[in-house]
């Protein structure tokens, strides 16, 4: 079965830095556009970067540019979220979702928590 399993989440302070990581399984990974999201309480979920399936066509939000870098492995079938200079207001649960033409699958999410 399809399966997106998020890592890499934790307490980091201000300025700080994080890996996340997506591992898939259940689909042809290199056929599915790699979505990172993130929803913090109180607030809807937003799309914070994307990568197409090749790897060669990134989009990021605004809010996030300069600071994170979203990457792919296919040969891993995993998805990675750069996240440097952190600050509070990127505290949220961050969730990666795979998407191709109408099929998409989410992962269960992981707490980032960016906090003196």
């Known amino acids: 079965q399809v399966q997106l399993v998020e890592s890499g989440g934790g307490l980091v302070q201000p300025g700080g830095s994080l890996r996340l990581s997506c591992a898939a399984s259940?689909?042809?990974?290199?056929?599915?556009?790699m979505n990172w999201y993130r929803q913090a309480p109180g607030k809807e979920r937003e799309l914070v970067a994307r990568i197409s399936g090749g790897g060669g066509l990134l989009n990021y939000a605004e809010s996030v540019k300069g600071r994170f870098t979203i990457s792919r492995d296919n040969a891993k079938n995993t998805v990675y979220l750069q996240m440097n200079s952190l600050k509070p207001e990127d505290s949220a649960v961050y969730y990666c979702?795979?998407?191709?033409?109408?099929?998409?699958?989410w992962g269960q999410g992981t707490q980032v928590t960016v906090s003196s």
């Open positions: 979702k795979a998407g191709f033409l109408v099929a998409e699958y």
């Open positions: 259940g689909f042809t990974f290199s056929s599915y556009a």
